[in-house]
């Protein structure tokens, strides 16, 4: 019985080469599922265009030289510097020694950090309390308003 109903199929609808090549790639693909079941997707949202300088257009990224790319780049100072006192070999800071002291004090009144004066850790006690010593007796300014316009030295 199924002979005859696959016959009769057969001779109602002619296949061709070309239906029978469509028919098995028609059944790999699923059927889209309902409109109401799917999910609307966003659309992709464009970068945006980068904005321009008040000038009008970006500067170009720097260029380096290509001699530049040769030699390794150092950002650090390298090696510290001695401290003077200690190559001195200062036993104590004096704190009458104004001159000696001024060396140790920005223009502003403030006293130079380590790093800047490269004094030891040590000697750099001693001399903020020589300089607190000399600034105590006005040996040496407290701001930069004390600092004397035309003077050479203070004494």
Do not use: W
């Amino acid at each position: 019985m199924e002979k005859d109903k696959e016959q009769e199929t057969e001779q109602t609808q002619p296949v061709t080469d070309e239906a029978e090549a469509a028919a098995p790639a028609a059944a790999a693909v699923p059927e889209p599922a309902p409109a109401a079941a799917t999910v609307p997707t966003p659309a992709p949202v464009a970068a945006a265009a980068p904005i321009p300088a008040a000038g009008g257009e970006r500067p170009a990224p720097r260029q380096r030289d290509a001699d530049s790319q040769d030699r390794p780049r150092h950002r650090g100072r390298g090696r510290r510097r001695p401290c003077v006192m200690c190559v001195e070999k200062m036993t104590s800071v004096d704190y009458k020694d104004f001159n000696f002291l001024r060396r140790f004090v920005s223009d502003r009144g403030r006293i130079d950090t380590r790093r800047k004066t490269g004094t030891c850790a040590k000697h750099q006690r001693a001399l903020a309390q020589a300089i607190k010593r000399a600034r105590h007796l006005a040996l040496l300014p407290y701001t930069a308003e004390h600092v004397r316009m035309g003077a050479t030295s203070f004494r």
